[in-house]
């Protein structure tokens, strides 16, 4: 053997032994590729219920929102119509109301007014009859 053959020989070993070595990660990371497939796959099945869950809760949802829109567009249209019967309230009696307020007041203190100059007077004879 030449010493050319014996150069070649070292090389195609070595070359061998370089291919051995970089099989090996090649395998494990193939294995963990598998792996990381079938979590993938494991996930994907577990997340239709998940899915299909959450659908159905929304849908729940949008129902109840429904209600609520209804019930807020009828406390609306109450609030409307006490807002009007207030303000008929108040155009009808309001006025009437306050002129019979100020009626009274002005009656109570025209007879206080009466019952004060007639104690002052009573006070004033009753004054002229002790001397």
Do not use: C, W
């Not at 061998?16 to 990371?29: E, F, Q, R």
């Amino acid at each position: 053997m030449s010493p050319g053959q014996i150069a070649a020989l070292v090389a195609a070993g070595a070359f061998v032994l370089l291919v051995l070595l970089l099989a090996i990660p090649l395998i494990k990371l193939g294995r963990t590729l598998d792996e990381a497939t079938i979590a993938i796959r494991k996930a994907h099945q577990n997340s239709d219920p998940i899915f299909t869950g959450a659908n159905t809760t929304i849908t729940h949802v949008n129902t109840q929102l429904e209600r609520v829109d209804g019930i807020t567009a009828n406390a609306r249209a109450v609030t409307g119509n006490v807002s009007a019967l207030t303000s008929l309230f108040t155009a009808t009696l309001g006025g009437p109301l306050v002129k019979a307020a100020a009626l009274s007041y002005g009656v109570s203190k025209a007879i206080r007014a009466r019952r004060a100059a007639k104690d002052a007077t009573s006070k004033h004879t009753r004054r002229r009859g002790r001397r």
